[in-house]
């Protein structure tokens, strides 16, 4: 049973930061590319970034500049930096992974999400 853990989320000030993690569990082939989505109250969910299985990135130009995608293979974890965060960074956000199971068939998993909050 493949599963994406994530950690990191809370509340912080705005211009302040955080790092999210997301490692994947479980028993599979390969993971081909992670990323992370975040879902604000009202509002449908957006990509904020993705990395591919060769580490390229790419990141909603709201948030470039500011959050940092990176991916340890050798953990199948990626940490997401959030710094100079602002009140509309408000929101849900969840680990998303293309995993290709032991049967070669690939599957999109998520996690259950982690609230960021940026309030004073």
């Known amino acids: 049973q493949v599963q994406l853990v994530e950690s990191g989320g809370g509340l912080v000030q705005p211009g302040g930061f955080l790092r999210l993690s997301c490692t994947v569990s479980g028993n599979f082939f390969r993971i081909y590319s992670m990323g992370w989505y975040r879902q604000a109250p009202g509002k449908q969910r957006e990509l904020v970034a993705t990395i591919t299985s060769s580490n390229s990135t790419n990141y909603v130009d709201s948030v470039k500049g500011r959050f940092t995608l990176s991916r340890d293979n050798a953990k199948n974890t990626v940490y997401l930096q959030l710094n100079s965060l602002k009140p509309e960074d408000t929101a849900v956000y969840y680990c998303?992974?293309?995993?290709?199971?032991?049967?070669?068939?690939?599957?999109?998993?998520w996690g259950q999400g982690t609230q960021v909050t940026v309030s004073s």
């Open positions: 998303n992974a293309e995993i290709v199971s032991l049967a070669r068939v690939t599957f999109a998993y």
